[in-house]
């Protein structure tokens, strides 16, 4: 398999290639949509932070050195989400053709926002077969995402920032309450990055970018956009979109393919199929019916 595969890289060990594995990397994490032939993978450890997000007749036999020492097994089939720290020693068993989302946090993505929300370190615990539902919702998101061409980044930077704070509160060592961190946005940063975001539509923006605009961490500025707008950044630069693509359609100039790549969606389908999550209709009715 490639070294620069999420699903398992193991040093100095020739591994056969995925299926297919569509990757999007940021900042030393990352997110696959990856699918895999039976093999077993021995025993190696990843410097990363990991989620896995299994599929239909998923069947993996994973064994496991805990922190005490001790060792311990168990199979991960679909509906699990698997939670692995970073450098954990383990072994998988693939025994049915495999197809997951996998999720890797460089370790200080974690440590560093562990530190602003509860200004100290935590112990993530390993949990290979958890039930989790916005863990699962999310994976079945963005395998969505990736059929329909590829995640954009604002997108994967959300997922990632949601899914940081959620393993920090849910799956460290000790009980952690993350206290409400300020996060007020005023109205004259609010004014400057929806003024940004409306300048640079068609562009990949990503929450990093927003977060700069609004001169705020991520974390503060993702909680703070959403508490003053009732919207993710993301889910409002979509909502932006679609609004202009209305226009656009109103004004009968441009093709459908041609307005949905000068408003940034990563292909025709794409855009049809957000057009109708928020409107109810496809651009062609709304089009047609004008």
Not at 51 to 74: L, V, Y
Not at 146 to 160: K, N, T
Request: aromatic share 8%.
């Amino acid at each position: 398999m490639k070294s620069d595969t999420l699903l398992c890289s193991i040093p100095d060990v020739i591994l056969p290639p995925p299926i297919f594995e569509k990757i999007i990397l940021l900042n030393g994490s990352g997110i696959s949509y990856v699918s895999s032939n039976p093999g077993h993978f021995s025993e190696h450890t990843d410097p990363h932070f990991k989620i896995g997000i299994p599929f239909e007749n998923a069947s993996i036999f994973t064994t496991w050195q805990t922190a005490s020492g001790k060792r311990k097994q168990q199979y991960v089939r679909q509906g699990n989400v698997s939670i692995v720290p970073a450098d954990l020693p383990h072994e998988t068993t693939v025994e049915n053709k495999l197809e997951m989302i996998v999720i890797n946090f460089e370790s200080s993505l974690i440590e560093n926002l562990a530190d602003e929300l509860i200004g100290k370190s935590v112990e993530i615990i390993e949990n290979w077969a958890a039930q989790d539902t916005l863990i699962r919702q999310l994976g079945l998101e963005l395998r969505q995402e990736f059929i329909q061409g590829s995640p954009r980044i604002l997108y994967v930077e959300s997922v990632i920032n949601i899914l940081s704070t959620h393993l920090i509160r849910h799956y460290s060592k000790d009980k952690i309450e993350i206290k409400n961190c300020d996060s007020k946005i005023s109205a004259h940063q609010l004014k400057r990055v929806i003024d940004y975001i409306n300048e640079n539509l068609e562009d990949n923006i990503t929450l990093s970018e927003l977060a700069v605009v609004a001169k705020m961490s991520q974390y503060r500025f993702a909680r703070g956009f959403k508490n003053a707008t009732g919207f993710s950044p993301h889910k409002y630069l979509i909502l932006q979109r679609i609004e202009r693509a209305q226009n656009l359609l109103n004004q009968n100039k441009l093709s459908i393919a041609e307005i949905s790549y000068q408003l940034g969606f990563t292909s025709q389908s794409h855009f049809t199929t957000a057009f109708r999550k928020i409107t109810g209709i496809t651009p062609k009715c709304y089009r047609d019916n004008q």
